[in-house]
T-cell receptor, first 116, second 118 residues
Framework: DAGVIQSPRHEVTEMGQEVTLRCKPI?????LFWYRQTMMRGLELLIY????????DSGMPEDRFSAKMPNASFSTLKIQPSEPRDSAVYFC??????????????FGAGTRLSVL | AQTVTQSQPEMSVQEAETVTLSCTYD???????LFWYKQPPSRQMILVIR??????QNATENRFSVNFQKAAKSFSLKISDSQLGDTAMYFC???????????????FGKGTKLSVIP
């Protein structure tokens, strides 16, 4: 399996623009997580899905952020409008419930977002 | 809520030597999992080792081992025979035992930057 795939790897945009980050989880995984990593706050969970349904979005910073999972193999994190303070690395991770996965989350390579 | 503390922002070790990274956590849960993840300059988050709280035996993975002290809520990572490729940020993480449809959430520490010196 190719692992968790995120795109783009880098994104540079101007303040006020819409940004869409994409994630393809590992095939067969039923949990998908979005994290944000900054120097100040470290790694924070933004939202997670189970079977394509959002379970907990309490980490989403504000209404400018939204996430969707239209099917088991694709999720998006959208920021509209973007602001300089949104600059961070955004990670997607996935796992599968049950003994086999040993509760291990597998991470994508991340998207480095720079908002100018 | 759970908290994870890594008290060493940066550490360095000579190649081939042994180094121990510290992690403490705070929780009222009795069943949980602890993890160490490595983040090299490539930015990829890579699982290093995993420990189940109900197991007294410390986990080991080749040159990596942990010292899990449940009563003290301590979970340190020991790297033996350090190699240049071990240079990375290391994150300690906590997950309470999932139940039903909920919560595979990871709570991370702030990380320790490890440099292996030739």
């Amino acid at each position: 399996d190719a692992g968790v795939i995120q795109s783009p790897r880098h994104e540079v945009t101007e303040m006020g623009q819409e940004v869409t980050l994409r994630c393809k989880p590992i095939s067969g995984h039923d949990y998908l997580f979005w994290y944000r990593q900054t120097m100040m706050r470290g790694l924070e969970l933004l939202i997670y899905f189970n079977n394509n349904v959002p379970i907990d979005d309490s980490g989403m910073p504000e209404d400018r952020f939204s996430a969707k999972m239209p099917n088991a193999s694709f999720s998006t994190l959208k920021i509209q409008p973007s602001e300089p303070r949104d600059s961070a690395v955004y990670f997607c991770a996935s796992t599968v419930a049950g003994f086999i996965a040993k509760n291990i989350q597998y991470f994508g390579a991340g998207t480095r977002l720079s908002v100018l | 809520a759970q908290t994870v503390t890594q008290s060493q922002p940066e550490m360095s070790v000579q190649e081939a030597e042994t180094v121990t990274l510290s992690c403490t956590y705070d929780t009222s849960e009795s069943n949980y999992y602890l993890f160490w993840y490595k983040q090299p300059p490539s930015r990829q988050m890579i699982l290093v080792i995993r420990q189940e709280a109900y197991k007294q035996q410390n986990a080991t993975e080749n040159r990596f081992s942990v010292n899990f002290q449940k009563a003290a809520k301590s979970f340190s990572l020991k790297i033996s025979d350090s190699q240049l490729g071990d240079t990375a940020m290391y994150f300690c993480a906590f997950m309470k035992k999932p139940s039903g449809a909920g919560s595979y959430q990871l709570t991370f520490g702030k990380g320790t930057k490890l440099s292996v010196i030739p």
